[in-house]
């Protein structure tokens, strides 16, 4: 690698490094101006092959039943709840870290048609499939 190959490499990993400092400081002490009752959005990954896009949230502690996922025109969402442990209850809280509560993230979808084909929540993890519709 040239010695200009490297400081153009090193120039866009620090670009998307401060991209990412500005997303973690939005989604964590901004207010979602879109839903006033959600307070926190969930961190994402999304891939895209020919076929499918893949979307995978970290919703560490969230139940099947308190999540809603939707496809609104060209945007995905991803709300509910994530509750405080029952260990809290009745306790001093001393440090609290880990959001809880409502949360919603909403994700553009690349341009195209998609209809979800599977969601999956393990591991802390949602695992969304999306088809591209021809």
Request: hydrophobic share 45%; glycine share 4%.
């Amino acid at each position: 690698m040239s010695a200009a190959d490297a400081r153009r490499w090193m120039w866009a990993e620090a670009c998307a490094m401060i991209e990412r400092a500005e997303q973690l400081h939005r989604q964590f002490f901004e207010p979602n101006l879109a839903v006033a009752d959600a307070c926190w959005e969930p961190p994402i990954d999304v891939f895209e092959n020919e076929h499918e896009l893949s979307i995978i949230a970290a919703l560490p502690g969230v139940e099947t039943q308190e999540l809603e996922i939707s496809v609104e025109a060209s945007t995905l969402v991803v709300a509910g709840v994530r509750r405080l442990p029952a260990v809290a209850r009745g306790t001093v809280i001393h440090r609290l870290e880990i959001p809880y509560g409502r949360f919603e993230r909403h994700i553009r979808l690349p341009a195209g048609t998609w209809k979800l084909e599977r969601s999956t929540l393990a591991n802390g993890c949602l695992r969304l499939s999306l088809m591209k519709r021809a």
